[in-house]
């Protein structure tokens, strides 16, 4: 069975081909961020939207948008079993080979920026060390706690953090 699953995996080269379309990125993050099953008119206004800055965006953005979603995009993911896309109900989905590609997607949650999870856990560590050199130099407030408190805080924080990444990834 681990071998099949293996088999069916995406190469690298592939996933890299797909996500390197911005439109193909987008469709994914915002069938990720949603309930799954959206329709291609959805998905169009969310890329239509980000790529000319305007909500709700023009018209002919929207159906620039929508026909290379349905001609081009969602068709050649659809291919690969990252999504499934029903060209009668105009239905998109996630499919099984979309774990392949979460991988390369993984970020911080957005908030009006966004990060990889990786430059997350560095700026936690590097504020945690921030935090106990300023200790160390008897810097007022953060002096006034102890060292062991400091470094339960931050590991909790990257506790919690790898938790949350663990669990969002298996809803996946």
Known sequence: MGDEVEANRLEETVIFEILSSERRRLAIQFLR????????????????????????????????????????????????????????????SLDNSFRDVAVYLEVVPRSGWQISWSEYYLAVSFIGLATLFAHMTG????????????????????GLSALYQTVVRRTI
């Open 33 to 92: 961020d949603s309930d799954n099953g959206m329709e291609v008119n959805d998905i169009a206004e969310y890329i239509a939207e980000h790529e000319t800055g305007e909500s709700p965006p023009p018209k002919d953005a929207r159906k620039t948008v929508y026909v290379s979603l349905h001609q081009t995009h969602l068709p050649k993911m659809d291919d690969l079993n990252i999504v499934s896309y029903d060209t009668d109900t105009k239905e998109v």
């Open 139 to 158: 810097a007022p407030v953060i002096s006034a706690v102890g060292a062991e408190y400091w470094a339960i805080i931050y590991l909790v924080i990257i």
